[in-house]
């Protein structure tokens, strides 16, 4: 048989082999160098539930808590708040609050304006737009809520409230009022506070027939 014949049969048979080989499904993978990295245990947040974290993950020596590592600071973070949130029946770290200053002061006309509005949209359903604690969720008793929100401006006990403990409640909540973190970041709820304590400073308006002539 010529030689050319040959290598055209053996370049077909080899031809075949690989079609076959290729079309053959692979049930198992290779050797890994690395298997935690070419398969990573990685879950989304949320996306484990407890029974899971049971069965597959503790099994595997793997513990997972969906929750980031205690102190972790956020990207971006431009005012991290060190005091964590205290336990069922603590209040140290809400103590402690009272000695945080607040960062975001002296704001400009245009950023005052924009606390206002943030105040307005996350705020004002509960205390009101003017402060006083009786937003529509309260409606001077007539709204869905039963128990009045906190007066804001008109209660000694809020207008002396630090700037740090208003930042402790907003982050975490206080008693009826839940966390607004998800929905204001820590530099628009330092702006809230500074709105807040501006409101407070004003003066009090002056009581209908005072003499405010000093005697003589």
């Known amino acids: 048989m010529p030689t050319k014949k040959i290598s055209i049969i053996a370049l077909i048979m080899i031809s075949v082999?690989?079609?076959?080989?290729?079309n053959d499904v692979r049930r198992k993978p290779g050797r890994i160098y690395m298997p935690d990295m070419a398969y990573s245990r990685a879950y989304e947040t949320y996306s484990v539930t407890a029974e899971q974290k049971e069965d597959l993950l503790k099994k595997q020596g793997a513990h997972y808590s969906n929750l980031p590592v205690p102190g972790t600071v956020r990207r971006g973070e431009l005012f991290p708040f060190a005091l964590m949130k205290d336990k069922e029946g603590d209040s140290t770290n809400y103590v402690a609050s009272k000695l945080v200053?607040?960062?975001?002061?002296n704001l400009a006309p245009d950023q005052m304006i924009e606390?206002?509005?943030?105040?307005?949209?996350n705020c004002a359903i509960c205390h009101g737009s003017k402060l006083d604690g009786n937003g529509p969720l309260y409606?001077?008793?007539d709204g869905p809520y039963?128990?009045?929100p906190a007066t804001l401006v008109g209660d000694a006990k809020?207008?002396?409230?630090?700037?740090?403990?208003?930042?402790?409640?907003?982050?975490?909540?206080?008693n009826k009022m839940g966390s607004y973190a998800s929905q204001l970041d820590s530099r628009?709820?330092?702006?809230?506070?500074d709105y807040i304590k501006s409101k407070q400073a004003k003066p009090k308006p002056a009581v209908a027939g005072a003499d405010s002539t000093a005697k003589k």
């Open 17 to 22: 082999m690989i079609v076959i080989s290729c």
């Open 101 to 105: 200053k607040n960062p975001v002061t």
């Open 115 to 121: 606390a206002e509005r943030l105040f307005l949209v």
């Open 139 to 141: 409606k001077g008793g």
């Open 146 to 148: 039963p128990a009045k």
């Open 158 to 174: 809020y207008e002396a409230m630090p700037e740090g403990q208003m930042f402790y409640s907003v982050t975490y909540g206080k």
């Open 188 to 193: 628009q709820r330092w702006m809230v506070i």
